[in-house]
């Protein structure tokens, strides 16, 4: 039995909200503006402390380099970059919508077509 790859399982694990999205991009485009401290981040975004590290062990899981250096956060590689390996919301696609998107070449529409084999016996 084939084993799935880290990264994949991740990629499954990291449903997230709208709302938690949101405020997951909010904190990629601040960290990568400069280096800022956990307190000025969670007042930023609205969040708690707890909260925080939630998020930032979220962005980590997904492949996403935040480093503390000096008490303050960053983001490690260009945001485009961090941005593209996001969890994004469930979209809420129906079956056929999600067929018509499995038709495609690319490797998300491949993920989609697995998925809604796997779905559909």
């Known amino acids: 039995m084939a084993r799935k790859s880290s990264r994949r399982q991740a990629a499954e694990r990291a449903?997230?909200?709208a709302e938690r999205f949101t405020r997951l991009y909010r904190l990629l485009r601040l960290l990568s503006e400069a280096p800022q401290t956990r307190q000025a981040l969670a007042r930023r975004?609205?969040?708690d402390v707890r909260g925080f590290y939630r998020d930032l062990?979220?962005?980590r899981t997904s492949g996403i380099t935040v480093t503390l250096t000096e008490s303050r956060y960053s983001?490690?590689?260009a945001l485009d970059a961090a941005l593209a390996l996001l969890p994004f919301p469930d979209p809420r696609l129906t079956?056929?919508?999600a067929r018509?998107?499995?038709r495609g070449r690319g490797p998300a529409n491949k993920r989609i077509k697995e998925q809604v084999d796997r779905?559909?016996?």
């Open 15 to 17: 449903a997230v909200t």
């Open 45 to 47: 975004l609205r969040i």
């Open 57 to 59: 062990e979220l962005l």
């Open 75 to 77: 983001l490690i590689g």
């Open 95 to 97: 079956l056929g919508e």
């Open 100 to 102: 018509q998107l499995a």
């Open 119 to 121: 779905l559909t016996p």
